[in-house]
């Protein structure tokens, strides 16, 4: 009964969502079913057939929830995972580069972190560096770092086409994601009261026992709570990446493939499975933030 009661505001708010998306694709969808009527000579239309019509364009300026669920099954249920058409190969596509960068970004804003903590000429020499780095649009960079990253690593460091395209795609999902760990984990490793430090003084601790008795576990809340932060805008680099450089593979490949034959339906289908790739890795490290806490002997609320 409880489980119901939780999950009926959802399931209700939901509800309202889908109505008013049903709504909305009637009034953006009708100004070009009446040009279509109006060029079959078609009056009087009923209106439950206008609005069923309005419903079920073959490219509607916006798709219905029920058009997007069917192209979602239709590029995944219908389609070999291992073929270009399906949507489960682009997402893996874009799982690795997310996942790459992700881990880049995540022991980078950990490592800075770490350093600001320490030392106070460096908080006040990179923390500002830090903060303006993020005013940069991500649109203006995405370009420059994948075709400078990928000639680099094709070039120079000899690297084949689809690992160094995955390593330029990492580095913009690193750029986005390292600046919400490394805020939250110097705010995390700053939370032990001064009373709890002073503690630690007293039981002449080391500077590496306090970090990791003391700073280290206070610290991971904020941790696990920047990494959900940091492994959605993670995602959010890497279809960035895919869009300047004309990449045939990803979810942002599949959407700039809709865009040019305007295929809306395909848009939006790639637009939710990007949200459910972002729900899923969110989910992830929720549970291995439950797995820490567990093994940290924190006890659930």
């Given at each position: 009964?409880?489980?119901?009661?939780?999950?009926?505001?959802?399931?209700?708010?939901?509800?309202?969502?889908?109505?008013?998306?049903?709504?909305?694709?009637?009034a953006?969808?009708?100004?070009?079913?009446?040009?279509?009527?109006?060029?079959?000579?078609?009056?009087n239309?009923?209106?439950?057939?206008?609005?069923?019509?309005?419903?079920?364009?073959?490219?509607?300026v916006?798709?219905?929830?029920?058009?997007?669920?069917?192209?979602?099954?239709?590029?995944?249920a219908?389609?070999?995972?291992?073929?270009?058409?399906?949507?489960?190969?682009?997402?893996?596509?874009?799982?690795?580069?997310?996942?790459?960068?992700?881990?880049?970004?995540?022991?980078?804003?950990?490592?800075?972190?770490?350093?600001?903590?320490?030392?106070?000429?460096?908080?006040?020499?990179?923390?500002?560096?830090?903060?303006?780095?993020?005013?940069?649009?991500?649109?203006?960079?995405?370009?420059?770092?994948?075709?400078?990253?990928?000639?680099?690593?094709?070039?120079?460091?000899?690297?084949?086409?689809?690992?160094?395209?995955?390593?330029?795609?990492?580095i913009?999902?690193?750029?986005?994601?390292?600046?919400?760990?490394?805020?939250?984990?110097?705010?995390?490793?700053?939370?032990?009261?001064?009373?709890?430090?002073?503690?630690?003084?007293?039981?002449?601790?080391?500077?590496?026992?306090?970090?990791?008795?003391?700073?280290?576990p206070?610290?991971?809340?904020?941790?696990?709570?920047?990494?959900?932060?940091?492994?959605?805008?993670?995602?959010?680099?890497?279809?960035?990446?895919?869009?300047?450089?004309?990449?045939?593979?990803?979810?942002?490949?599949?959407?700039?493939?809709?865009s040019?034959?305007?295929?809306?339906?395909?848009?939006?289908?790639?637009?939710?499975?990007?949200?459910?790739?972002?729900?899923?890795?969110?989910?992830?490290?929720?549970?291995?933030e439950?797995?820490?806490?567990?093994?940290?002997?924190?006890?659930?609320?």
């Amino acid at each position: 009964m409880g489980r119901m009661q939780q999950a009926f505001p959802i399931l209700a708010v939901l509800l309202m969502l889908v109505l008013a998306w049903y709504g909305a694709a009637i009034a953006m969808n009708a100004a070009w079913q009446n040009d279509v009527n109006r060029r079959a000579a078609i009056e009087n239309v009923p209106a439950t057939e206008f609005v069923l019509a309005t419903w079920n364009q073959e490219k509607p300026v916006l798709p219905t929830p029920h058009q997007v669920v069917g192209e979602l099954w239709n590029s995944t249920a219908l389609v070999a995972p291992n073929k270009p058409r399906s949507l489960l190969f682009h997402a893996w596509v874009t799982f690795s580069a997310t996942a790459l960068g992700f881990v880049m970004g995540s022991l980078l804003g950990i490592a800075l972190a770490i350093a600001i903590v320490h030392s106070e000429a460096t908080s006040r020499s990179l923390m500002p560096w830090i903060v303006a780095s993020q005013t940069i649009p991500i649109l203006a960079l995405a370009p420059l770092i994948v075709v400078i990253g990928f000639n680099i690593f094709t070039g120079s460091l000899g690297l084949p086409t689809d690992p160094a395209r995955l390593l330029s795609k990492a580095i913009i999902s690193a750029y986005l994601s390292f600046f919400p760990v490394t805020v939250g984990m110097v705010k995390g490793l700053r939370s032990p009261e001064t009373i709890q430090l002073d503690l630690m003084r007293t039981y002449h601790a080391s500077r590496a026992q306090t970090f990791w008795k003391l700073r280290w576990p206070a610290a991971m809340p904020f941790l696990f709570a920047s990494l959900k932060v940091g492994v959605a805008a993670s995602l959010v680099g890497a279809i960035v990446g895919e869009l300047p450089t004309g990449a045939v593979a990803g979810l942002g490949a599949r959407l700039l493939a809709g865009s040019y034959y305007s295929q809306t339906v395909q848009i939006w289908a790639a637009l939710v499975a990007a949200s459910i790739l972002a729900a899923l890795l969110i989910l992830l490290v929720g549970w291995v933030e439950a797995l820490v806490a567990r093994r940290m002997g924190v006890r659930a609320p």
